[in-house]
């Protein structure tokens, strides 16, 4: 396996508040982590930490692919295939969803995008609920249809690293193994994931490792019996 994304002594803050210390860890292509933590640990932090939709950090640094992201701005990072899946989905809910699934279209590069209409017409296939309500505006989904939407749009970019914040949250039980199906494929395709759960248990069918953090920091680290192929 090859090692994706680095994270190193990464400490982050707002104004005189210190959320992240000295975080350190990595990814490998293929790998789903899971970052456990109960609220206000920095999770959501870290991950827009790594993706530049905050810049919250004051020391350390992220690596993807060997290259400092502290200077790319967000829209870059993702165009270079860290793709970060924003917490209760930010769908637009006055349109519709195969339209949301269209904007990921502009978040690749000019010369993928051929290849990223093909992807877009297979999920349209693929996808019992693309197929019955792609033409229904998102907000009209329930909270489980619209994390899948918002999965398979975060996934349309063909993503090297993918981060997802809270993907699971308020989902019941047939929402979250659809959920969990599309990011093992995404997984089998060698995309590293990166979840944040509060219950490290919903996640240990899933996850290769679990981090769980506290108060801003790694404090312990669990290797799952499932490991990528
Ligand atoms: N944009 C922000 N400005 C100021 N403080 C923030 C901001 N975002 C988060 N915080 C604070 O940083 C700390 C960590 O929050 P963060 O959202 O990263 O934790 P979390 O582990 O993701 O929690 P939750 O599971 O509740 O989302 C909290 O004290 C929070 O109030």
Redesign the pocket.
Known sequence: MSELLRVEHLAAG?GR?P?LFDVSFSLEAGEVVALA?G???????LLAAMSGV?RPVTGGRVEFRGRDLSRVPAHLIARQGLVHVL?RRRLAPFMTVLDNLRLSEATVARVRRAAWRRRFEEARESHELLRSHGERKAGELSGGQQQLVAVVRGLLAEPAVILLDEPFQGLDLHAASQVCAVLEQAAGAGTAVLL?E?RAEVVTGLAHRTLHMDRGRIVDEESHVAQPV
């Open positions: 707002y508040l959320v933590a609220n206000g640990a920095g999770k959501s932090t905050l917490e944040t509060h």
